[in-house]
């Protein structure tokens, strides 16, 4: 493990205090719904879903409508499971609130990356598969899901050259975090390329 992953992960366990004054400083300026916000610290409404839960991750509206007509794939083909849609931002909860959203999806918060808090979400969901879109890595959340089994799937991904250049400067720990994923869909070559120089397999 890479010695920034590692000093992540450290500051991870502690940083509760950091996300609460973030969070309160994020309301104030009308950039959170405080009455979903709980979610990010592991507090849901009602219980789990059934069994085979699948999770779909998207950082925020354009990325989690593309996922919509996978996730309708997804539960036409498996008429035993639920899905769950995580985001990450207010203007996504508004959105996905007037969406249609499919029979037995489910959208929530994700939680913040702090030890305490994943492991709440993971206990919580059960999660069958987790699957990424676009380049929203949580290294506490995806090593946390990784250490359970639980398959990882990056989808619909692709490395500009922004991104490229920002995330070679993380060296070691975006090879750690790649390596967690059990496949990595992507959208060009350009971007398979750029995702094995930064260490994928």
Same mark, same amino acid.
């Given at each position: +493990?890479?010695?920034?992953? !590692? $000093?992540?992960?450290?500051f991870?366990?502690?940083? &509760?205090?950091?996300?609460?004054?973030?969070?309160k400083?994020?309301?104030?300026?009308?950039? *959170?719904?405080?009455? !979903?916000?709980?979610?990010?610290?592991?507090?849901?409404?009602?219980?789990?879903?059934?069994?085979?839960?699948?999770?779909?991750?998207?950082?925020?509206?354009?990325?989690? /409508?593309?996922? $919509?007509?996978?996730?309708? $794939?997804?539960l036409?083909? $498996?008429?035993?499971?639920?899905?769950?849609?995580t985001?990450?931002?207010?203007?996504s909860?508004?959105?996905l609130?007037?969406?249609?959203?499919?029979?037995?999806?489910?959208?929530?918060?994700?939680?913040?990356?702090?030890?305490?808090?994943?492991?709440?979400?993971? &206990?919580?969901?059960?999660?069958?598969?987790?699957?990424?879109? *676009?380049?929203d890595?949580?290294? !506490?959340? +995806? +090593?946390?899901?990784?250490? !359970?089994?639980?398959?990882?799937?990056l989808?619909?991904?692709?490395?500009?050259?922004k991104?490229?250049?920002?995330?070679?400067?993380?060296?070691? +720990?975006?090879? &750690?975090?790649?390596?967690?994923?059990?496949?990595?869909?992507v959208?060009d070559?350009?971007?398979?390329?750029? /995702?094995?120089?930064?260490?994928a397999?």
């Open positions: +493990m890479s010695p920034l992953l !590692r $000093l992540y992960l450290a991870s366990s502690i940083s &509760d205090p950091v996300w609460r004054l973030i969070h400083r994020r309301l104030a300026r009308g950039k *959170e719904v405080p009455e !979903r916000l709980p979610e990010k610290y592991g507090v849901y409404p009602g219980p789990a879903p059934g069994p085979k839960v699948l999770w779909f991750h998207a950082l925020s509206v354009g990325e989690s /409508f593309a996922l $919509l007509p996978l996730i309708e $794939l997804a036409k083909e $498996l008429p035993d499971a639920e899905v769950i849609l985001t990450s931002t207010a203007s909860v508004e959105a609130a007037r969406a249609n959203l499919p029979d037995r999806c489910r959208h929530i918060l994700l939680p913040i990356d702090t030890a305490r808090a994943t492991r709440i979400f993971l &206990d919580h969901w059960n999660p069958a598969v987790a699957a990424f879109a *676009e380049l890595f949580w290294p !506490r959340l +995806m +090593m946390e899901t990784h250490k !359970r089994g639980i398959p990882l799937i989808l619909n991904s692709r490395m500009p050259d991104n490229f250049e920002r995330r070679r400067k993380l060296g070691g +720990m975006m090879r &750690d975090v790649l390596r967690l994923f059990d496949r990595l869909l959208q070559e350009l971007s398979r390329e750029r /995702f094995i120089a930064l260490g397999e």
